[in-house]
């Protein structure tokens, strides 16, 4: 049931989603909640939906495959895998990041493209831990990969190595699985030689952290959390309306007749 508060609700698995989001959200008539994880922001729709109760929308990270929506309109996912990765996939916001965090001339050095290019190169770079991912998942391998290690396995020019990369997951996990690190590595390349979709699964996390641990490699100081944090804060209106979540959700408030967006016409 409804409170005296009338605006939309727009839920989101946590607080760095609401970072990133709240100031580009029309706050006469629309908040954010974070509910905790995905698998929350579903059971609360599924609780408000047996209810009836209108003008709710629910945006979860796409992960490694999007939950269908199972009728109604109100469910959106975000572009790449979760918030983080899609704003990572900004050029615009990601060269804002580097050059206020990142010593002059850096950028060339992990990309001679430029920063224009930063975003791919990082993302070619981190396709063998999210193929990685793909096969833990797909194979039932249950692999930790959270909170990934990345200066133990990236190389000095900013590859990382496979056959470290496999060594150390199967060192983090429990049980330990039962494959070795040459069966783990062979799976590895068949993914990323087979999915020509593997962009889809660089979690943002990752995508910070293999940029920040390709710096140090280069003797500058930059931290994951932080690079993360000055994107969420870097978004823009302009880089907001390209996003196709963004404006999936706007054709629903124009639907129905209210805002989500303050920059939104």
């Known amino acids: 049931?409804?409170?005296?508060?009338?605006?939309?609700?727009?839920?989101?698995?946590?607080?760095?989603?609401?970072?990133?989001?709240?100031?580009?959200?029309?706050?006469?008539?629309?908040?954010?909640?974070?509910?905790?994880?995905?698998?929350?922001?579903?059971?609360?729709?599924?609780?408000?939906?047996?209810?009836?109760?209108?003008?709710?929308?629910?945006?979860?990270?796409?992960?490694?495959?999007?939950?269908?929506?199972?009728?109604?309109?109100?469910?959106?996912?975000?572009?790449?895998?979760?918030?983080?990765?899609?704003?990572?996939?900004?050029?615009?916001?990601?060269?804002?990041?580097?050059?206020?965090?990142?010593?002059?001339?850096?950028?060339?050095?992990?990309?001679?493209?430029?920063?224009?290019?930063?975003?791919?190169?990082?993302?070619?770079?981190?396709?063998?831990?999210?193929?990685?991912?793909i096969v833990s998942l797909t194979t039932a391998l249950h692999l930790n990969l959270g909170g990934f290690p990345m200066d133990a396995v990236l190389t000095s020019d900013f590859q990382i190595d496979t056959e470290k990369l496999c060594s150390v997951a199967i060192s983090r996990t429990e049980p330990r699985p039962s494959r070795t690190v040459e069966e783990l590595r062979d799976a590895i390349w068949l993914e990323i030689r087979s999915n020509s979709d593997i962009a889809l699964a660089h979690c943002g996390h990752d995508l910070y952290s293999i940029l920040a641990a390709s710096a140090r490699k280069l003797r500058a100081t930059a931290g994951k959390d932080a690079l993360e944090k000055a994107a969420r804060a870097a978004l823009n209106c302009a880089e907001l309306h390209k996003f196709l979540f963004v404006a999936a959700m706007q054709r629903w408030a124009d639907d129905h007749g209210t805002r989500i967006w303050n920059c939104w016409a």
């Open 1 to 133: 049931m409804r409170t005296a508060d009338d605006r939309t609700i727009l839920f989101v698995e946590g607080e760095s989603d609401c970072q990133a989001l709240d100031s580009h959200i029309d706050s006469e008539c629309t908040y954010s909640l974070p509910a905790g994880g995905k698998q929350t922001v579903l059971k609360v729709r599924d609780l408000i939906r047996s209810c009836q109760i209108e003008r709710v929308v629910f945006l979860v990270d796409r992960d490694l495959g999007a939950p269908a929506s199972e009728g109604g309109d109100d469910l959106f996912v975000t572009d790449f895998y979760d918030l983080d990765a899609t704003l990572f996939f900004s050029a615009d916001i990601l060269g804002r990041v580097v050059h206020s965090h990142l010593p002059r001339g850096l950028v060339h050095q992990l990309a001679p493209a430029g920063v224009v290019a930063l975003p791919v190169v990082m993302g070619e770079r981190l396709q063998p831990l999210s193929a990685l991912r």
